[in-house]
């Protein structure tokens, strides 16, 4: 039955364009898109807790690019792609650095790394988001996070 | 020229600084980075700095602001003194939980009982 429902939210949301932006690289410019994603989930019922997620997840992975990727070069570009439905919200943002393995980061959970001021922004990604995929060079992030609460659409049950 | 107003509350109670944020996103880059300088200098100003900082009026925070609490938690061990947590709503908790910082910071439901958990002077 579940599977079924991820069947359809998937068929879905590949109906719908995503939008696209492109920006320099730009801390404040960054915040204004991320709060344009929020807005658009919220218009699709997601509740506080997910907003709460997915502002987490988005403020992270935005700064990871104009900051650690673009090296807040405004040369460089940020590219973020979006598509939100009520069931499900996916968010692609790349970056034009020179990439990075995600396997390589240290653990920030270990007991000798809780002393260190960063390097958990992949940590609070994945744990707040259903889905993180980075691309193979490791400058662009998809999170996808699925709205549980979402009532099924009558139309749904058909097929 | 007229000056930023504050991110943070701050009062004296006895030995110890209570601090309380007065804005409510303190995952902004800028307010981050601002905060941290206020925290700092409050530390720097104490021998053996005692600090409460309240999350009352917190809902939101990002990596970055953890960043900011652990370099403060660093100093204020490396000058021999306490730095406690207090008020911190579950949603916001979760993300301690998650990182593990619950483990390294000292974390009490309310101001009185981090109060009551401090040595006394």
Not at chain 1, 27 to 52: K, P, S, T, Y
Not at chain 2, 66 to 74: A, D, Q, S
Request: proline share 4%; with cysteine.
């Amino acid at each position: 039955m579940k599977r079924s429902r991820n069947k359809l939210k998937l068929a879905q949301a590949h109906d719908l364009p995503w939008v696209s932006i492109e920006f320099p690289s730009s801390l404040e410019r960054a915040g204004q898109v991320g709060e344009e994603i929020l807005a658009a989930c919220r218009r699709h019922h997601f509740n506080d807790q997910d907003i709460f997620a997915i502002k987490l997840a988005l403020e992270e992975a935005l700064v990871n690019a104009v900051k650690h990727g673009n090296k807040l070069d405004s040369a460089k570009r940020v590219r973020v792609q979006y598509r939100i439905t009520d069931q499900r919200a996916d968010v692609a943002i790349e970056d034009q650095g020179a990439g990075f393995n995600p396997v390589e980061l240290p653990d920030p959970t270990a007991d000798e790394n809780l002393c260190r001021c960063c390097g958990r922004g992949i940590l609070l990604m994945r744990a707040y988001m259903s889905n993180v995929v980075f691309n193979p060079k490791g400058n662009k992030v998809t999170l996808t996070k699925f709205n549980e609460n979402c009532p099924t659409v009558p139309n749904a049950a058909i097929g | 020229m007229a000056q930023e107003p504050s991110r943070l509350k701050v009062t004296k109670v006895g030995e110890t600084v209570q601090v309380e944020f007065t804005s409510r996103k303190i995952l902004d880059e800028a307010n981050i980075a601002e905060i941290g300088e206020q925290l700092n200098a409050i530390v720097e100003k104490e021998d053996r700095p005692r600090m409460i900082i309240s999350f009352a009026a917190v809902d939101h925070l990002s990596s970055a602001a953890l960043g900011t609490l652990i370099t403060i938690n660093n100093k204020v061990k490396q000058k021999s003194g306490q730095l406690r947590l207090s008020d911190i709503n579950p949603q916001i908790y979760e993300v301690f939980n998650i990182t593990k910082l619950n483990k390294l910071f000292r974390i009490y439901s309310t101001m009185k009982e981090a109060h009551e958990s401090l040595p006394s002077v």
